[in-house]
């Protein structure tokens, strides 16, 4: 074994050096087994989108079919489809941000502006600072780009504008290269929390005056529970953010219909880097979501998410009151996650095959740092099982966390070899979502 790959492959010398960030992750074998309809998965974050009427979305593809097949069949332009931008505009709008349909680029979901945004930004061993933790896929772009990802803390209220300064200096000192920050403000991936407006205010400041650009990555934001977040990080500064959005958790990721808000010299290169990387963004899909948001009442359908997954949220804070009192998680006010810390003793990502064996799926904490850092924390989420479900789910979690925690007390340690579960079976399972 290489870090480029297994002996076994023929090609495993050829391979590019930023192929070393490609590795699978451990888990992800574990995850194929977690996909059995027996064991109850809070480790993949998929929006429920059985709660989104067929006819909404048959009704708009027909129309497509009637009106616009020639179009929608056929290649876009590199930038995406006019008057979809048109509607992005109108939605940015409901957080603050005013902005042209010019700056707007549609990608393949937010995903792939991630991936074109850090393939603009990052030479070889540029610093991607980011919050402690941050979203496992995008830590896996700025690996394969070859950036070095630099966590940065935070708290209840998100990144802690402190803690920036200091990180900002001390890789200064030691001579690095900062490109952007990459922060989700509202109902964070994993963390759940949601940055509050002074924050926003603050980070913003620092960052403009240490010449860094800020990505702002928003999938989540107009799926609030209680209260709206603070408006967008993108309404304060047109010059120093660019913005990421996606149609993925407020209709369907099938779509796979994303975009990115940019300042303007940033918006030509991302058209182009867009062309380069797949011509244009699928256009189907494109006209598709145009037709929904032009007849169906989409701003209904993201309210009925918004009470689905607040229900959830519910299920998942009381059950974890109930069977994990002693524990501390973070309550988000919207979105798909809590996090969950574990008492010292316990490892998240060991305890895992366990956790399966016992019927439940999480994330360990081990997947949201680019440093190893998170075997005490492990994501749930909420968003795809039925609260009956996470109920159950949770109860489980308690007994493998008590199991655990009972053979330290007799035994010193819960370390044993775990049965890992039987994964052959698993080759054709759908790849694993823990993103
Ligand atoms: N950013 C965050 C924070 C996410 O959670 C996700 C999906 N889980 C994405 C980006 C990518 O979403 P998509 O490509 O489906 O728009």
Same mark, same amino acid.
């Given at each position: ?19 070393? &960030? ?20 809070? /480790? &993949?974050?998929?929006?429920? $989108? ?8 048959? &009704? ?10 020639? #179009? ?6 590199? *930038? ?32 792939? =502006? ?12 540029? %610093? ?6 941050? +979203? ?20 209840? *209220?998100?990144? %802690? ?49 240490? *010449? ?79 037709? +929904?948001?032009?007849? /169906? ?47 010292? *003793?316990?490892?998240?990502? /060991? ?8 019927? $439940? ?14 075997? &005490?924390? #492990? ?38 070899? =775990? ?14 979502? #823990?993103?």
């Amino acid at each position: 074994m290489t870090d480029r790959g297994t002996s076994l492959d023929p090609w495993y010398d050829s391979y590019a050096q930023r192929t070393a &960030g490609l590795s699978a992750s451990e888990v992800r074998a574990l995850f194929a087994v977690a996909s059995r309809p027996e064991v109850v998965s809070l /480790a &993949g974050g998929m929006p429920f $989108v059985s709660a989104l009427p067929r006819e909404l979305v048959t &009704g708009s593809i027909d129309r497509v079919m009637e009106h616009d097949a020639a #179009m929608a069949l056929q290649y876009g332009g590199g *930038q995406g489809l006019r008057t979809l931008r048109e509607h992005i505009v109108d939605i940015m709008a409901l957080e603050g941000v005013r902005a042209s349909a010019e700056d707007v680029v549609v990608t393949t979901g937010s995903q792939h =502006a991630l991936d074109l945004v850090t393939r603009l930004f990052i030479d070889p061993g540029d %610093v991607v600072l980011a919050e402690s933790p941050s +979203y496992v896929g995008a830590i896996g772009v700025f690996r394969s780009y070859q950036a070095e990802t630099v966590h940065v803390a935070m708290d209840d *209220q998100g990144l %802690v504008p402190e803690a920036l300064r200091e990180t900002i200096a001390r890789l200064r000192a030691a001579g690095k290269r900062m490109k952007f920050l990459y922060t989700i403000p509202n109902f964070h991936n994993p963390a759940g929390v949601t940055m509050s407006r002074e924050r926003r205010i603050e980070i913003l400041d620092i960052c403009r005056s240490n *010449q860094i650009l800020v990505l702002e990555d928003n999938p989540y934001g107009l799926l609030w529970f209680d209260e709206p977040a603070p408006q967008a990080i993108r309404s304060i500064d047109e010059d120093g953010v660019v913005y990421l959005g996606s149609f993925s958790k407020t209709l369907a990721p099938g779509f796979r219909v994303g975009w990115a808000l940019a300042p303007h010299a940033v918006r030509e290169k991302l058209v182009l880097a867009n062309e380069s990387a797949v011509l244009a963004p699928n256009s189907f899909g494109q006209y598709v979501v145009n037709a +929904y948001l032009d007849a /169906a009442d989409w701003k209904a359908q993201i309210t009925t998410f918004r009470g689905l997954y607040a229900e959830r949220r519910d299920a998942m804070l009381a059950a974890l009151a109930e069977f994990l009192p002693d524990l501390q998680w973070t309550t988000p006010n919207g979105g798909f996650f809590v996090w969950l810390t574990l008492p010292d *003793q316990l490892d998240s990502k /060991a305890m895992l095959p366990r956790a399966v064996k016992e019927l $439940v799926a999480y994330t360990p904490g081990t997947a949201f740092f680019a440093d190893g850092r998170g075997g &005490g924390q #492990m994501r749930l989420s909420f968003c795809y099982p039925t609260p009956e479900q996470i109920r159950t789910g949770v109860k489980r979690l308690a007994t493998v966390v008590n199991d655990e925690l009972e053979l330290i007390e007799t035994f010193g340690t819960a370390a044993r070899p =775990a049965p890992v579960p039987d994964a052959a079976q698993t080759v054709s399972a759908p790849p694993p979502n #823990m993103s």
